[in-house]
């Protein structure tokens, strides 16, 4: 639960939280610096809410990568800086960074405060330290850059349940060229992985689904055909 002397409430209000009245800015995420021992007699009434996970500062490397300012939701986007140090001490679970130096790096997003399932993935892109790449980054002075540069479009995909064992297998097409090291993305677009990503997935449903239109189809068939020869032989009856 919250702590009442260091949020101002001791749970959210659900009404509240249907109607959009939590800010941004209002403690509305459960923090262990904000945070209580859970206490049962503590005046619960109906609609009182918490938040199902508790937020802790990352440790270790995952701290070398830090928020600048303020995340902002708004208009249906985050807009959210990261920054970490090109040298981050930490060899052996960083990439070390150095100046004129060409990177691979992708994109995840995650929805639904879900860490394991339903992301989307980009293609993998080059980043450029003061070098022309798929991204170049760019050197600034002070604190925060002027973001006056162009920006870059990057497009995402859900990458659906596909499994490093299937793309090595006869049944992939491409098997030999991930075998010889090929770059996906000089195989397909963003558009095909989608695709193939929900048809790996649902591939059982869809395959159930196309025998139930095949048997669908041959029993229209063959009644059409029953009825017509019913209607011939009526004919030469009469």
């Keep these: ?17 249907k109607a959009g009245k939590i800010s941004q800015d209002s403690a509305y995420a459960l923090r262990e610096d904000i945070a209580a021992p859970f206490d049962p007699n503590a005046g619960w009434k109906e609609g009182d809410t918490l938040p199902r996970r508790i937020v802790r500062p ?3 490397s995952r701290a070398d990568i830090k928020v600048a300012g303020k995340a902002r939701w708004a208009e249906g986007f985050w807009d959210v800086t990261l920054s970490r140090k090109m040298d981050t001490g930490n060899r052996l679970e960083d990439k070390i960074l150095v100046d004129r130096g060409v990177y691979q790096i992708a994109f995840a997003v995650h929805r639904q405060a879900t860490g394991g399932r339903w992301h989307y993935v980009s293609l993998p892109y080059t980043v450029g330290l003061g070098r022309d790449a798929d991204i170049s980054a760019a050197r600034f002075d002070g604190d925060t850059p002027k973001w006056d540069q162009a920006a870059k479009p990057v497009t995402l995909f859900y990458p659906g349940q596909v499994g490093w064992a299937h793309v090595n297998s006869a049944k992939h097409a491409g098997a030999e060229k991930v075998k010889s090291g090929v770059p996906v993305k000089f195989r397909h677009s963003e558009a095909e992985l989608a695709h193939y990503g929900i048809e790996m997935e649902f ?12 048997l669908a189809g041959m029993l229209l068939i063959g009644g059409f055909g029953v009825a017509l020869n019913a209607t011939l032989k009526s004919r030469k009856g009469a």
């Design 1 to 17: 639960m919250f702590d009442q002397a260091k949020a101002g409430h001791a749970a959210l209000k659900w009404d509240d939280i």
């Design 58 to 60: 990352g440790d270790g």
């Design 203 to 214: 591939n059982d449903a869809i395959y159930r689904q196309w025998l139930l239109t095949v």
